[in-house]
């Protein structure tokens, strides 16, 4: 399955970087080997938020900005740390729990892999006492 990415090409976004955005976006994805269409298009008039990236989901396009080139910090999970990021890298991995990607949510954990958000071990003789427990993994295909 190909991921689609759309970056701002009008005038407004290219005057801030959207070429930049778009060339490290394409660097990144090529260098991890990732088939990823990158889609040039218009704004949606929020020009404060330019470039914009929006990532194409199942449930629609999840869009953030505005970014730097420098946003594109890594789109390996275990070094990236920039929130929007994420709405990228969700369509390549997945996590046990990761943030909400609905608008107004994103500061909440949600399941993934897991089948619900765990339960913090209490027994102190344990030796993963006080560590999270996810109650079970879903299986492939769930």
């Not at 298009?41 to 404060?48: F, I, L």
Request: aromatic share 8%; hydrophobic share 30%.
């Amino acid at each position: 399955m190909k991921a689609r990415v759309f970056i701002s090409r009008d005038s407004g976004a290219l005057c801030v970087g959207a070429d930049e955005v778009s060339r490290a976006l394409f660097k990144a994805t090529e260098k991890r080997g990732l088939d990823v269409e990158i889609v040039r298009t218009g704004s949606r008039g929020m020009y404060w938020l330019e470039p914009t990236i929006e990532v194409e989901r199942p449930e629609g396009r999840v869009g953030y900005g505005p970014t730097k080139a420098s946003d594109i910090d890594s789109l390996d999970p275990q070094r990236s740390y920039l929130p929007g990021m994420w709405n990228l890298m969700r369509l390549y991995t997945r996590t046990l729990v990761t943030y909400s990607s609905k608008p107004g949510h994103t500061d909440e954990l949600v399941p993934d892999l897991a089948t619900d958000l765990g339960t913090p071990s209490d027994d102190v003789s344990n030796p993963d006492h006080g560590r999270w427990i996810p109650t079970r993994c879903a299986a492939p295909g769930e």
